[in-house]
């Protein structure tokens, strides 16, 4: 397992961009798969954004051509960049990890949890 920290959340008004980070602390983060999942207000988690180690990434259609999920090896961070936020956007963003080489997008797959970051979107 890695830990996990993230950061950039905070208030936007729609149409607006934010890009979240997550840091990885730990041995072997080239051979890990990354999403980003959320959880709106009384909502259940919700799947977002996943990337493997070929950078590889599959999105919910929801915010397809709007976020871009990336990695950066070197720095053993994964990023979020989310541009044209909606009202709709707001929750609080989860980034998680599992050591594996496909895109994965079930949260019950991921073993390592960041600590979660809000995101609210003002209309």
């Known amino acids: 397992q890695v830990q996990l920290d993230e950061s950039g959340g905070g208030l936007v008004q729609a149409g607006g961009s934010l890009r979240l980070s997550c840091a990885a602390s730990?041995?072997?983060?080239?051979?890990?798969?990354f999403a980003w999942f959320r959880q709106g207000p009384g909502k259940e988690l919700e799947f977002v954004a996943a990337?493997?180690?070929?950078?590889?990434?599959h999105y919910i259609d929801s915010v397809k051509g709007r976020f871009t999920i990336s990695r950066d090896n070197a720095k053993s961070t994964v990023y979020l960049q989310m541009n044209n936020l909606k009202p709709e956007d707001t929750a609080v963003y989860y980034c998680?990890?599992?050591?594996?080489?496909?895109?994965?997008?079930?949260?019950?797959?991921?073993?390592?949890w960041g600590q979660g970051t809000q995101v609210t979107v003002s209309s």
């Open positions: 998680a990890a599992v050591r594996a080489a496909q895109v994965i997008t079930v949260s019950s797959a991921y073993d390592s």
């Open positions: 730990g041995r072997g983060f080239r051979s890990y798969a």
């Open positions: 990337i493997n180690w070929s950078d590889s990434a």
